[in-house]
């Protein structure tokens, strides 16, 4: 109902909200062009069908205008992988803006400037939103790790395009990996929770504890459970004020019948460094003034057959310090391990920036069922909350949604 799809973008003006939020380096250049890749998909559809696009997003937090976040380095990128010429709106209203947009023929693409330079945008603000609207007959959110944000172009601004709002195939490619996860994965299903803290991930562990078989819990975070139990973790990262909440999980899991596994070995080190000295100690019994860094070898090889008798498997946040040589084995170890269930014929969905960071390190992303592209977004989906982005266009269009006069 919501799938471009389903719609001839013909003669149409399009407003697509895309994420190009991508990092660049000191020269102004864009050195991963995975989130300008992603969009294509929608784009090509739109012109292929005969349409005309216009292309919204922002870039970084800026503090209002500020030129180091201008999204002009995107033009060179944008257009070589189009293979066709961009036109660059400079800024996103007035006169100029308007006369460019409204001179624009079928099959030409164009990306305005930073939204954010705007405080409308952050704010959610109608006025803003409706002044985006007039832009175009249609509007697409292909935007996926800005969804969860009540801005003006991912939520507000659908208000505006009543009955013509749609999901990109990326969002729509999402929503679908996401919802297999959470209403129709295949048993055993295990769920692999790692990362420094557990505040972040609260919310998700508990919603999935209606939904799992197996949790695996590694990183920083299992070091509070270990605290918990009353174990010796030296200075590791513990969130001291999460204890508590650490037991209530342990204790659900238990009532819910759910198998927890947490690091029985733990590779410790004597500083937050790759240069400190490290050996491998039982999780319970960490040297005082040392502290645990990545899961240890016996516990890798648990884990691993944990999640080779898996069917579905869902994985967010690093075992161990994976940006420092010595401490990325435990989340490699578990990289390999779902990429061999994967090639098996289980079903898995990782997300999370640094866990997506460190499936390209080991060169393994294609070995997954489904790479999400949201960070915050996916966590928030996991939960079992409303994305605005999404909500906003399946929300029934009432008359006040109506209010566009064009
Ligand atoms: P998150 O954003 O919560 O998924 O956390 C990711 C970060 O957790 C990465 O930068 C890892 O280096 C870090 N991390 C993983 N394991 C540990 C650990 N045992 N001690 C400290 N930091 C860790």
Redesign the pocket.
């Known amino acids: 109902m919501f799938s471009i799809n389903n719609v001839n973008f013909k003669g149409k003006k399009t407003l697509i909200r895309v994420d190009f939020n991508v990092p660049l380096n000191d020269k102004r250049q864009v050195t991963d062009d995975t989130r300008i890749r992603e969009s294509i998909p929608t784009i090509t559809k739109v012109l292929n069908d005969g349409g005309t696009i216009i292309l919204m997003s922002h870039l970084g937090r800026p503090k209002g205008y500020q030129p180091d976040y201008s999204l002009e380095p995107i033009v060179p990128v944008l257009s070589k992988l189009l293979g066709r010429n961009i036109i660059f709106t400079p800024d996103l209203f007035g006169p100029k803006t308007f006369e460019v947009c409204g001179k624009m023929k079928a099959c030409e693409v164009a990306l305005m400037e930073n939204l954010r330079f705007y405080p409308g945008e952050e704010a959610g603000d109608e006025k803003f939103a409706k002044e985006l609207s007039l832009l175009a007959d249609i509007y697409i959110n292909d935007a996926f790790a800005t969804s969860h944000r009540n801005h003006a172009s991912v939520s507000t601004i659908a208000k505006f395009f009543k009955g013509k709002c749609y999901f990109g195939f990326l969002l729509e490619n999402e929503i679908e990996n996401l919802d297999r996860v959470l209403f129709s994965a295949e048993h055993p299903f295990t769920a692999i929770i ?4 557990i505040s ?2 609260i919310g998700v562990i508990k919603n999935l504890l209606n939904k799992v078989d197996n949790l695996i819990i590694g ?2 975070m299992s ?1 509070t459970f270990m605290e918990a139990l009353g174990g010796k973790v030296g200075k ?2 513990v969130e001291h004020d999460k204890i508590d909440l650490a037991k209530n999980i342990m204790q659900e899991v238990m009532l819910k019948g759910i198998n927890l596994y947490l690091p029985t070995d733990a590779v410790i080190a004597n500083g937050f460094s790759n240069e400190a000295d490290f050996t491998t100690v039982t999780s319970e019994n960490i040297t005082d003034g040392w ?4 899961i240890g070898p016996k516990t890798c090889r648990r884990f691993a057959e944990i999640i080779n008798h898996s069917q579905t498997i869902l994985w ?8 420092m040589e010595n401490f990325r084995h435990g989340t490699k170890s578990v990289a390999i391990a779902v990429a061999s269930a994967t090639i098996s014929g289980s079903f898995s969905l990782i997300g ?4 997506v960071a460190a499936l390209n390190q080991f060169n393994l992303a294609d070995h997954i069922s489904y790479v999400s592209t949201g960070g915050g977004a996916m966590l928030e989906y996991l939960e079992g909350k409303d994305l605005p982005g999404i909500s906003a266009i399946r929300r029934p269009h009432t008359s006040e949604h109506a209010a566009k006069e064009k």
């Open positions: 790692g990362g420094a803290k972040t991930k990183g920083g070091f590791s990262i502290m645990g860094l990545d967010n946040g690093p075992l161990g310090v994976f940006e999370g920036g640094d866990t």
